[in-house]
């Protein structure tokens, strides 16, 4: 691909330190905490859509999106956590509207933890959507986002510092401080809400030098993948764990600690990215154009290619290269020495500049005939 169709890369700058970064399942939204403030962009642009200040009473630990991407939740030091509704946070403020608040409020918040809120996730979508926790309290708890009840509080009894659940729901993995991966089973847990950890009689990993600090399960739900301070990422069998369990299918080493871990498809764009093309780029154009006759400036920030652009009459942007040389240079010109090398330089120059402008208009004359006949086609 040429790099003329390169895309945009927004920008986003913060205010201090992220404690915690997480897009949308769709790619569209970015969430990011900066000591107690949320912030909240669209990716595509890169406009800050909003900026909760003191959205919690101490630190955000944790940002995540559920599975639709219709629900964004945080957690914080206080032990507290927040689900927010993302029509209220992509929504203009109300400003000026007497008995109104500018700011979205949360349609869901518990403070159950008793010391800070060390991991977060969320999964499912509309009246499935479950939430879980773990803190520092050694209690690791599910919740459902529709109601905001408790479907269960499980006491490990050693501080806990991340937390994953399978896709089928089946097992609940807490890392521990002492380096131990929890497994709690879900399918036939005891039928109290409060249950301790001798009850359940969990599954155990252990070869951790550190705090599991992130845990993440595969989409098989066959695979489990464990990071630690101790700067090592381990993979494990869900179907080995034990008391004596065996070694780790594989051990990554880190030169730091590891401070997240997960388990993704890849993108086709991504293994074939030449078979999966956008079909719309948005590529940088000239920041400052010369206007006819030398009489200023046009600013030019950004223009939308199709890629049939790209292929201008079967050769693309070569075809259009072809054209800006068709007047050879003449080696020959009056003026030798280093001032016919100045202007043999120049007319380089020009004619470079002259064969870009030429694509930047072209790409925009097939856009406008394709939004054109668009229009026409929509209008029959």
């Not at 991991?119 to 979508?125: H, P, Q, V, Y």
């Not at 705090?211 to 869900?238: E, I, M, Q």
Request: net charge negative; proline share 6%.
């Amino acid at each position: 691909m040429s790099p003329f169709f390169s895309q945009i890369s927004p920008k986003m700058t913060l205010p201090g330190i992220a404690s915690s970064l997480c897009p949308s399942p769709s790619g569209r939204h970015l969430a990011a905490a900066v000591g107690r403030d949320l912030f909240l962009w669209q990716v595509s642009s890169g406009i800050l859509l909003r900026h909760l200040r003191a959205c919690h009473l101490q630190a955000v630990t944790r940002v995540r999106f559920t599975d639709d991407g219709s629900r964004l939740l945080t957690a914080s030091e206080d032990g507290g956590v927040r689900a927010w509704r993302m029509v209220d946070l992509t929504s203009l403020p109300l400003e000026g509207r007497p008995g109104r608040r500018s700011d979205p409020v949360p349609f869901l918040r518990w403070s159950d933890h008793e010391l800070r809120v060390t991991d977060l996730i969320a999964w499912g979508s509309g009246c499935s959507a479950r939430a879980a926790t773990c803190s520092l309290d050694g209690t690791a708890r599910i919740r459902c986002l529709v109601t905001g009840s408790t479907l269960l509080e499980v006491h490990a009894g050693t501080p806990l510092h991340s937390v994953a659940v399978d896709a089928c729901e089946s097992v609940l993995c807490a890392g521990t401080d002492d380096g131990r991966v929890l497994l709690f089973p879900l399918l036939d847990p005891p039928r109290n809400v409060q249950v301790a950890r001798s009850e359940m009689k969990p599954r155990t990993y252990s070869s951790h030098g550190g705090p599991v600090t992130c845990l993440s399960v595969s989409l098989d739900g066959h695979l489990l993948a464990s990071g630690s301070d101790d700067g090592r990422v381990k993979v494990w069998r869900l179907d080995q764990a034990g008391e004596d369990q065996a070694d780790p299918l594989r051990t990554i080493e880190h030169a730091g600690r590891v401070s997240a871990v997960e388990f993704v498809v890849p993108p086709l764009g991504l293994l074939r990215p030449d078979d999966h093309l956008p079909s719309v780029y948005l590529a940088p154009a000239l920041h400052k154009v010369e206007a006819s006759g030398g009489e200023g400036l046009a600013e030019v920030t950004s223009v939308f290619v199709t890629p049939e652009a790209h292929n201008v009459a079967g050769g693309g942007a070569e075809s259009l290269e072809e054209e800006s040389e068709d007047e050879p240079i003449d080696d020959n010109d009056e003026g030798g020495g280093a001032e016919g090398a100045t202007q043999k330089g120049r007319l380089v120059e020009e004619r470079a500049k002259s064969a870009e402008l030429r694509k930047v208009n072209f790409n925009l004359y097939q856009l406008l005939k394709s939004q054109i006949l668009e229009s026409r086609q929509a209008d029959d």
